[in-house]
């Protein structure tokens, strides 16, 4: 079993939909939870990172944490071709005085105009 | 503020030859990675620097792989001899300090082992 797994899509939706991105996990040390972004041949982008369960939004996006199911997403509301690009959780626990990063595999998101 | 600058942007060689990637992260940033992320795949962590000195490379090939990080600030990574298998983007970030979760990526080099 993988640490992070993530459904790797594609996922087709037509604009203005509300789009779920979600990511679930087995190590319960697990302690920050982040979304990328990643366009065709570019680097991710960071979208949001959180630390403890519930929500943060930032404009379109909201980032939901629960910990206790070992499970998050990422909500688009409003969705619009711009936003079709490769979606990545990653994870963060503390090992040895810093903070050890661990991707999942993308889901790849297409919206219609 | 710059961004994190890689090059080159593209590379295609042959197996058994030698390759190297240069990194320069952004200005102030402590911590360096690299990532390998192969077509389709998360990126994966080789190896992280603070400063100059290595923080985690338990994923890094040592037997082909090396980077280093001199004075602290630029980084290369360099695969000699390199395998069919390496075909892959070659990914670094930084971030301020050690906690790892606000990294800003490069570009990426797109490396191609004929």
């Known amino acids: 079993q993988k640490e992070v797994e993530q459904d790797p899509g594609p996922l087709s939706v037509p604009e203005g939909a509300i789009v779920s991105l979600n990511c679930t996990y087995s190590?319960?040390?697990?302690?920050?939870f982040m979304w990328y972004r990643q366009y065709s041949r570019k680097g991710p982008e960071l979208l949001m990172y959180?630390?403890?369960?519930g929500n943060k939004e930032d404009g379109r996006f909201t980032a939901q944490v629960d910990k206790s199911s070992k499970y998050i997403s990422l909500f688009i509301r409003d969705s619009q071709p711009s936003d079709s690009a490769t979606y990545l959780c990653?994870?963060?626990?503390?090992?040895?005085?810093?903070?050890?990063?661990?991707f999942g595999t993308g889901t790849k998101l297409q919206v219609i105009p | 503020e710059a961004g994190v600058a890689q090059s080159p942007r593209y590379k295609i060689i042959e197996k058994r030859q030698s390759v190297a990637f240069w990194c320069n992260p952004i200005?102030?940033?402590?911590?360096l990675y690299w990532y390998q992320q192969i077509l389709g795949q998360g990126p994966k962590l080789l190896i992280q620097?603070?400063?100059?000195?290595?923080?985690?490379d338990s994923q890094l090939p040592k037997d082909r792989f090396s980077a280093e990080r001199l004075k602290g600030v630029d980084s290369t990574l360099k695969i000699q001899p390199a395998k069919l298998e390496d075909s892959a983007v070659y990914l670094c970030?930084?971030?301020?300090?050690?906690?790892?979760?606000?990294?800003?990526f490069g570009p990426g080099t797109r490396l191609t082992v004929t």
């Open positions: 970030a930084s971030s301020l300090g050690l906690a790892g979760y606000e990294q800003y």
């Open positions: 190590n319960s040390a697990f302690q920050y």
């Open positions: 959180t630390y403890s369960s």
């Open positions: 990653a994870m963060t626990f503390h090992s040895g005085g810093y903070q050890k990063v661990t």
């Open positions: 200005s102030g940033h402590a911590t």
């Open positions: 620097f603070q400063n100059n000195g290595v923080v985690d």
